[in-house]
């Protein structure tokens, strides 16, 4: 006879369920109880490897751990000792089966992780070690995490080893990156890949490595500008249609030679300006004076050992007023190139400039002006359809300036400007940009306009945060930068032949980094006027500008100092003018 009241558990017609605060307890102590085992088996580990001991109980206790968290280097290496060990202990065939084994094992793994670094990196280990790997296998596995995800690099990376194994053509894999393309635009690993292949199954006749044939160039164009035209916000199309448009490289030349002799010191001084960086060695470029070949020492403006487009060679010579005119040849025999001028008797410099057709291509060079042309058309159409795109504005601005910077300087303008209204979380590179372009369309007009003999030039009034470009004013007597934002002038060894400078109403506090101070050898006068200078040791920057005669620091903070004048007199004891006044 039933006689009592429901059992508990059951009342009401409800199984009792744990409040959160004893779920969380009981998660607790089950987290407590498998980092305890997982501390425990960690430390039997490491007393094994301690030992020596490269056995069958070691790789399993290490596969007990790395299956939990395979990206466990120092497991992975001794699980790689172990393997070595092994090697010598069992047949080819026993070896053979044991990393089988080992790759199942790091596919279980890869399922945890599939971007993890040292499971890729040991897969890749035991490939090379056993003694029968099988690469198709390999190139099917790759297949399968890209299928998962065709965005893992790691994977991809992988791919690339296994396809240089398995002996897979570069004409197989373009299209296997056109196939991944197809399913996802957005693929930014397929398209990167493409850049590399493309260059091998399509190579300009020119011989150039960073070009690409023509007619399968504009294939290229079609299928990024489908891609676009699909999701204009996603930029890995944008990337590699700016890839396409070429960053190649300038060929190697001599853009400037410039003798001068100095009869005081009677030493005479070679600059050379190089259309790339490169490292200039004792032994090269050669210097040849009326065809015999003089010793120097070559310097770059910074006197260290970095590669630069601008070299100083320096050689005495005891006579230099009674010589008749002398013919300098510059040979720089690894690029087989040479340039010469010749300074006229009675001369004291003399110099030759490559006839460049364009100073500034931005980076896209590679092509014809009519490709840039209608791809420039392309996006002003996809601009109608989506007025605020940042990646079709931002690809305008690059082939306007690669078609002709002069011709389209406003309308770069308007675009960056409107690119800083619509991507406000990258205004700083848009502005930085705009300052870059608008001082290269300064020099560039300088170069086109300048008359014989002009070596003036003014870069006031642009808003610059920065210097570039400056190798390419080498050549400049008297250089204006006042009204700008410049914080220091670190870029300014290159003008090798300023003798005057302007540098006021600007923000420096200092003049340039502490272990890099300014060598111009021919600078007379400085000023520096209306800066943020607060410390007069700063001034040591200019202790290798011996011809500085007349220095203007007006308006800086160190000048209210009570022993200013005699100080700066200490630091610069061949400064004849201070502020306006004899010193």
Known sequence: MFSGKLPRPLRHGRVKVRTTAEQAEAKRKEREKKLKIYNETTNRIHEKRKNGDMDKESLSLSEQV??????????????????????EE?????????????????????QVNPKSYCVWHHRQWIMEFMPQPSWKEELRLCNLFLSYDARNFHCWDYRRYTVNKANISPVDEFNFSTEKIRENFSNYSSWHYRSKLLPLIHPCQSGDMERVEEEALMKEFDLAQNAFFTDPYDQSAWFYHRWLLGRARPLMDMSCLYVRCDETSKTVTVIVQFSQSLQVHKEEPLVIVNEEEVVGEWSNCFQNNHPSTVWIFRYNQTVLTDCAERAFKVKLLNEK?????????????????????????????????????????????LLQEEPDNKWTMLTMVLLMRALDPLVYEQETDFYLEKLVEVDGFRKGYYKDLRRKFKLENVIERHRKTKEDGDRTIDLSNMDLTFLSHMDRLVLMNEVNMSNNQLSSLDGCNFLQCVKFLNVSKNSLCRITKKNSPLRLGYLEELSLADNNISNLESLKSLRYCTLLRKLDMRGNPCCGASSYRQEVKSILASLQELDGAQI
């Open 66 to 87: 790395l299956s939990a968290n395979p990206d466990y280097l120092t497991l992975w290496n001794f699980r790689r000792e172990i393997f070595l060990h092994m090697k």
């Open 90 to 110: 069992n047949s080819a065939d026993a070896l053979q089966e044991i990393c089988q084994r080992e790759l199942s094992f790091l596919t279980n793994c890869l």
């Open 337 to 381: 190139l040479e340039r010469f001028v010749v300074l006229q008797k009675g001369e004291s410099e003399a110099s030759t400039t490559a006839n460049e057709s364009h100073l500034f291509r931005a980076e896209l060079t590679a092509v014809h002006s009519s490709v840039l042309q209608q791809e420039l058309d392309s996006c002003r159409l």
